[in-house]
């Protein structure tokens, strides 16, 4: 199978080489030149021939991703697919979707998961979209879904959009998991009887109720930073936190953890908390997210 592949930052370029290494030909269009297969968009579908071409949008949610879809939709023909792989919100799915249905092209979303160690362990991938089209990528899937059963690695959320609301629920539990990790590690340092705080985080990792990945990377950041003396607690939030409070609200659904924990990320911008920084590291340890530096010492 080949596939195009347009953005190659942290997960873009990482998916592309896991895609290679499992036997799925890849040409892959970056802005950035050095990292890029192709000069422009239009060279990026010249290379994929003819018939049923596949082009995977790993670029920033909103108009970034907008502009590409609509570029796509006046280079690809009817048959060929869309697969929007970022963290668009899933509304955005449902209107790209119809802007390419009246083109005969089709379209798959697929929110995906994994981060920076997405190459070595693989990702998580849920999609939205027609059983057929889900089919088809079946290749695609394979080759980047971790190892193990396929129903702990891959699901068909459902309709196109599913993909991607899966996805903003997901990263609204994630806000809520790294908040509660970083409270804990806040008030086990605010006591003095409790002399390591990374050991005892670390004895937490196997056997116990609160043992995850999350878990794992916090202990990692820790050990390598026992103070976070060198990331400032400022900690962003990407998008999907809001729109999963902001869903909640339109479905009257109740989310005081989730909620609370993106609050929390607004505090974080307003005065030092050691939580965050541990939320900020997290991040950073999960997601290569950018960290701000430490403000130096007055």
């Known amino acids: ?21 499992h036997g799925v030909q890849v040409t892959g269009y970056d802005r950035n030149p050095e990292v890029s297969d192709v000069q422009s968009l239009p060279d990026l579908v010249a290379a994929l021939g003819e018939g049923s071409r596949v082009v995977w949008v790993m670029v920033p949610s909103g108009a970034p991703t907008h502009a590409v879809v609509t570029e796509l939709a006046g280079l690809l023909s009817a048959g060929d697919m869309v697969v929007e792989g970022g963290n668009s919100h899933y509304t955005d799915d449902v209107a ?13 979303d697929v929110g995906v998961s994994g981060g920076v160690w997405g190459l070595e362990n693989g990702y998580a991938l849920m999609a939205g979209g027609s059983s057929e089209d889900i089919q088809a990528l079946d290749p695609v899937f394979e080759a980047l879904r971790p190892p193990g059963p396929r129903e702990n690695g891959v699901v068909h959320a ?18 809520g998991l790294m908040q509660a990790y970083a409270e804990g590690y806040e008030l086990l340092e605010a006591q003095d009887i409790v002399t390591d705080v990374t050991g005892t985080l670390k004895a937490w990792t196997q056997g116990t ?3 995850s990945w999350l878990l794992d990377l916090l202990v990692a950041a820790l050990e390598n930073d ?29 989310l005081p953890v989730i909620s609370a ?11 030092a908390s050691p939580a965050m920084k541990a939320v900020a590291a997290l991040r950073q340890q999960f997601g290569g997210h950018a960290a701000r530096p430490a403000p130096p010492a007055s």
Do not use: C
């Not at 596939?3 to 290679?20: D, E, F, S």
């Open 1 to 21: 199978m080949h596939i195009g592949l347009v953005g190659l930052g942290k997960m873009g370029a990482n998916m592309r080489q896991r895609l290679r290494d």
């Open 226 to 254: 026992p103070e976070l003396a060198t990331i400032d607690d400022w900690v962003e939030d990407s998008g999907e936190g809001r729109w999963t409070v902001d869903e909640a609200i339109d479905q009257a659904v109740p």
């Open 261 to 271: 924990a993106l609050f929390a990320r607004f505090a974080s911008r307003q005065g």
């Open 96 to 108: 790209h979707a119809r802007t390419l249905a009246a083109l005969g092209i089709r379209y798959v």
């Open 209 to 211: 109720v609160v043992r």
């Open 158 to 175: 459902g309709s196109v959009g599913a993909g991607h609301y899966a996805k903003m629920v997901h990263n609204g539990i994630e806000y």
